[in-house]
């Protein structure tokens, strides 16, 4: 089998010394989060239940602020919350705090998952495309006293698609990376769908952050190489915690000689770990992402975060029999297959005409 591993030491071998000193700074900033987060959940005094929500809250805006200041150094690093008016903060949070929620059922998850990657595309895409707008003429189903047209305006986004390639890194980006490809197809002025790259990739989770292992198996991918070359790669993924599956796989395409003209990384929730590991190891990647969390804990788990968000999108795999790209497809059902109808075919033209 052809596999290609990356190792964490690699990695932060491509962080800068100031890049340390930061991460350090707001992991010791967040330990103030953890010591309240404690007391949340042992104690039952009232007012130390109140001092800790209060203390959580100021640890919260210290890190924000900290987080913003960071970021604004780095012009490669997008945070949706910390780059839109801030009329539209809200919005950004409440659907983060749903989607933390362990509380949140699977539709309701898939559905704030949805949600948040229109809230994206619209940053990295329509926003960037403004001002530049094209009208659409919309036949309507009232036909008196005639049949009625309306035109509308939206973001003249083709120049800034029609060369992309949406990169699947399995299995919880399958569904972020339809709903992305359904996004640039709605705004595009001629239905264009996005081409499928699918790259199985996977942490080795027995291990902890500091020596995980990220392992690319080659035999159960679905690509070829001269597709890549030139194009516009987005990569979308719900949680960027290490940067390491994007590293590893872009390490590959640079060792093969493949030079793509632009790399995008799109999260729900990114850690600045991994923000700061992508932006020194990829030249030119740009990621982009709804939220900020400060930290990662020993397991490589983004702090505060929201669990497995593979798991909670599509369920648990086993071990011994974990499920291919079209079975996972599958599982989506009618109502999630017919809603992406041609990004699924894409899919399966690309797994099946291999």
């Known amino acids: 089998m052809k596999k290609i591993t990356l190792h964490a030491t690699d990695l932060d071998g491509y962080l800068k010394e100031s890049d340390k000193e930061k991460i350090a ?3 010791e900033l ?12 042992t104690a039952s005094d009232l007012m130390q239940l109140e001092d800790a929500r209060k203390g959580l809250v100021d640890s919260a805006a210290e890190i924000g602020k900290y987080l913003k200041q960071v970021c604004s150094e780095e012009p490669n690093i997008h945070v949706y919350s910390f780059e839109t008016p801030k009329e539209q903060h809200g919005q950004a949070s409440r659907l983060i705090a749903k989607l933390r929620d362990p509380n949140t059922g699977h539709e309701e998850f898939l559905y704030y998952i949805q949600r948040a990657y229109e809230m994206l595309f619209s940053h990295a895409y329509a926003d960037a495309a ?11 189903p009232v036909t008196s006293p005639v049949r009625n047209y309306a035109v509308h305006r939206i973001p003249d986004v083709d120049s800034l698609i029609h060369n992309s390639v949406m990169c699947v890194m399995l299995r919880g980006a399958l569904l972020p990376s339809m709903i992305l490809s359904k996004e640039i197809q709605e705004y595009s002025a001629d239905d264009f769908v996005t081409p499928f790259a699918l790259f199985k990739i996977k942490r080795d989770d027995s291990k902890k952050e500091s020596n995980m292992d990220y392992i690319f198996d080659l035999d159960r991918s679905y690509f070829s190489l001269e597709s890549l070359d030139g194009k516009d790669l987005i990569f979308a993924d719900p949680m960027n915690a290490t940067g390491g599956s994007l590293v590893t796989i872009m390490k590959y395409l640079t060792d093969n000689n493949i030079k793509p003209k632009s790399v995008k990384f799109i999260n729900v929730i990114s850690a600045l770990k991994g923000s700061l590991r992508i ?10 992402t709804l939220w900020m969390d400060p930290v990662l804990n020993d397991a490589a788990y983004i702090l505060p975060g929201l669990g497995d968000a593979g798991d909670r999108l599509n369920g648990m795999d086993s071990n011994d029999n974990p499920r291919n790209m079209i079975q996972l497809l599958a599982d989506y059902g009618a109502s999630i297959t017919n809603l992406y109808r041609s990004q699924v075919r894409e899919i399966e033209q690309t797994v099946l005409e291999r």
């Open 25 to 27: 700074h707001v992991n």
């Open 30 to 41: 967040y330990k103030k989060s953890l010591s309240h987060c404690s007391v949340l959940e």
């Open 130 to 140: 403004l001002p530049g707008k094209r009208s659409i003429i919309t036949k309507t």
């Open 279 to 288: 932006c020194r190891a990829i030249e030119g990647a740009e990621v982009y």
